[in-house]
Each structure stands twice: as structure tokens, then as C-alpha cells.
């Protein structure tokens, strides 16, 4: 009796060990990148394409000047080639940590640039004028320091980022995706974001949901701008 005891006792203390350290939980990372090798990259391009065009026509709007750009999480790096397009587009660059999505990337576009690099850890040689990402930040554990980590390191003054996230807390459909996928996610509310945005130093913050329809809260979508400073 007491040997059961002892080795339910045992599972039990694992199992907490396991919860409180997450370490049952698989890196974003590793999970996209089997995405990227079983193809599913090219589903989720389609499925956020409309959120994305929203996004990016908010981050291009009134842009008179060549600029340049990052796309944080960038996947396959179909949102960077989006930006190549755009006739003022000076650099336009991706970043992402799954090894399948970056070698995809460059598959597609010898001649972009596509970065492999773990965030919050990687950061730009320099800072860009338009920084855009869909679907990426709150699988970090920490997103709301990292907002500071971007407005101070990766963006010049006056320039203007946007952000695009399926999963937050307004959106209940999506509460169950880091069971399902077994990740780890931030789950924010939207003031939680905008709050962030603006404890980092931008202004100017935006909070809309785009594509909502019955029981979908759709994309939410924030965008700021990094004041310019004297
Ligand atoms: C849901 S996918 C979105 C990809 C792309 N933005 C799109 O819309 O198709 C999230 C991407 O973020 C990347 N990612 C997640 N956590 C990351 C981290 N800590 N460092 C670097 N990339 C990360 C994943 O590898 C994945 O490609």
C-alpha cells in the first residue's frame, strides 16, 4: 500500500514540477516549424491574409518616403515580400525562430532577407521605420516587455508598428489553443496591450478587432507610433 502511495505521491509531485516549470509545454518554435515542413505555412497565409491587408493598409497610410522594415514572426516571409513590393520600400526584412519557416522563406526569395533568431533575444543591426507582426507575440512569455524591448531597440523615432493577434482574452474562441496546440501563450486583455504600448514610450496607441463574426471576436488589432524625440 504504501509502495502505490509513494508512486502516486511521486506522479504528483512530476506532474506539478512539470506545471510549474511549463516544461511540458513545447517551444512556438518547434511546433511551427513542423507546420512549415508539413506545409501548413501556406494555410495560415490564407487565413490571415484579410487581417493582414487591414494591417498593412493602417501601417502604409499616408507613407511619402522610402522606408524601411521588419516583420516580426514573419512565417514563409510572405508579409516581407509584401513590403518589397511597395515602391518606397527601401529594406524589408523577416524575422522568425522556426528553422523550416526560414529556410521556406528563402527558398521562395533567394534575394530577401530572412532572419533565423529567437526572440525576445534577437534584435536588428538597426532600427526600421515600419515594424509589423501577426500572430506572434504573445506566444513570449513576457510580450509586454518586449513592446519596450522594440520601441527602444528596433524602431526609429516617428516610426509606426503594427500588430495583429488572434488570441486574447476578449476573444474566448481562442482560450483553448495552448492546451490544444500544448504552448505556451499570454492571454491579454485588450487595455492590457494598449497599456503596455503606451508604458513603453509609444502614442498615438489604436486598439480595433477586424473580421469579427458569431462566436469570433476576430483579429485584434494595434497600431503605434514611436514619438519623435528633440
Ligand atoms: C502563427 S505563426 C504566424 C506566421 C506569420 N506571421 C503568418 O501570419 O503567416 C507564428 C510565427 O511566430 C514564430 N515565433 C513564435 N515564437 C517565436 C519566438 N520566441 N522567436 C521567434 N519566432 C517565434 C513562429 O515560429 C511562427 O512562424
Not at 516544461?23 to 515542413?37: C, G, I, L, P, S
Request: overall charge negative.
Amino acid at each position: 500500500m504504501q509502495g502505490i502511495e509513494c508512486s502516486f505521491r511521486h506522479a504528483y509531485i512530476q506532474r506539478q514540477a512539470l506545471l510549474d516549470t511549463g516544461m511540458n509545454q513545447r517551444k512556438a518554435t518547434e511546433v511551427f516549424h513542423e507546420w512549415a515542413e508539413k506545409g501548413k505555412d501556406a494555410g495560415m497565409e490564407r487565413g490571415h491574409a484579410p487581417s493582414v491587408d487591414v494591417m498593412l493598409n493602417l501601417l502604409l497610410e499616408g507613407i511619402d518616403k522610402p522606408f524601411s522594415a521588419i516583420d516580426i514572426g514573419c512565417g514563409n516571409g510572405w508579409v516581407v515580400r509584401k513590403f518589397a513590393e511597395h515602391p518606397l520600400c527601401d529594406n524589408a526584412s523577416g524575422i522568425d525562430g522556426a528553422v523550416a519557416m526560414v529556410e521556406k522563406a528563402r527558398e521562395i526569395d533567394p534575394n530577401g532577407t530572412y532572419c533565423l533568431g529567437q526572440l525576445p533575444e534577437w534584435s536588428p543591426e538597426q532600427p526600421v521605420d515600419l515594424i509589423h507582426s501577426m500572430e506572434c507575440l504573445y506566444y513570449l512569455k513576457q510580450p509586454i516587455d518586449f513592446l519596450r524591448n522594440i520601441h527602444d531597440n528596433w524602431m526609429k523615432s516617428g516610426g509606426k508598428m503594427v500588430i495583429g493577434m488572434d488570441h486574447y482574452k476578449e476573444n474566448p474562441e481562442s482560450h483553448d489553443w495552448p492546451q490544444s496546440l500544448n504552448v505556451h501563450m499570454t492571454t491579454l486583455s485588450i487595455d492590457t496591450w494598449v497599456k503596455g504600448l503606451e508604458d513603453a514610450g509609444f502614442e498615438d496607441v489604436k486598439a480595433i478587432q477586424t473580421g469579427a463574426k458569431e462566436g469570433w471576436n476576430g483579429t485584434l488589432v494595434l497600431s503605434a507610433i514611436k514619438p519623435h524625440r528633440p
